[in-house]
């Protein structure tokens, strides 16, 4: 289940109540990334707020209370997009091969490859601390590149 699954669930689920006591009803949320929200957002609030500045100006600031509280609350709206914005919109893939390896390991029901596994691991850090032994403080990266496979190149 997505964010945006969870969301429309979470809201059917325990709808809004308007002034009246009525349940505020709640679509499905349909943004497939950043530039879709932000032209829904142009075309349905920013683009009224500028007509709304412009019958502002021309009718000399009569609507200017209107003008910036709707303007302030569309400020903070995007403001907290940008600030969830790795969240709602991440795409990211997570490595689980270790994991695998483990319920592999449980489902043969085998405490061996278990051990096995557990002195594979306690050997890649005792060969992680004599890299960083070796290259010293100066290369960081050494546990990073060893963990995820790549060469190990010392600090010169």
């Keep these: 289940m997505n964010l945006r699954d969870y969301g429309y669930k979470y809201f059917t689920e325990k709808p809004y109540m308007d002034r009246d006591g009525k349940p505020i009803k709640v679509g499905r949320f349909t943004f497939l990334d950043m530039a879709s929200f932000q032209r829904y957002m142009f075309i349905h609030f920013l683009l009224p707020l500028k007509e709304l500045k412009l019958l502002n100006t021309i009718l000399c600031q009569y609507f ?93």
């Design 64 to 156: 200017q209370k209107m003008y910036l509280d709707n303007n302030r609350k569309i400020q903070i709206a995007m403001r907290l997009v940008n600030l969830y914005r790795p969240y709602l919109f991440f795409s990211g893939v997570f490595d689980d091969m270790n994991m695998e390896e483990l319920q592999m390991a449980a489902m043969q029901g085998s405490v061996w490859s278990l051990r096995a596994l557990e002195n594979q691991l306690e050997t890649r850090l005792e060969s992680i601390k004599l890299r960083k032994m070796q290259c010293g403080e100066k290369d960081k990266e050494v546990e990073t590149n060893y963990l995820i496979g790549l060469p190990h190149q010392c600090c010169p």
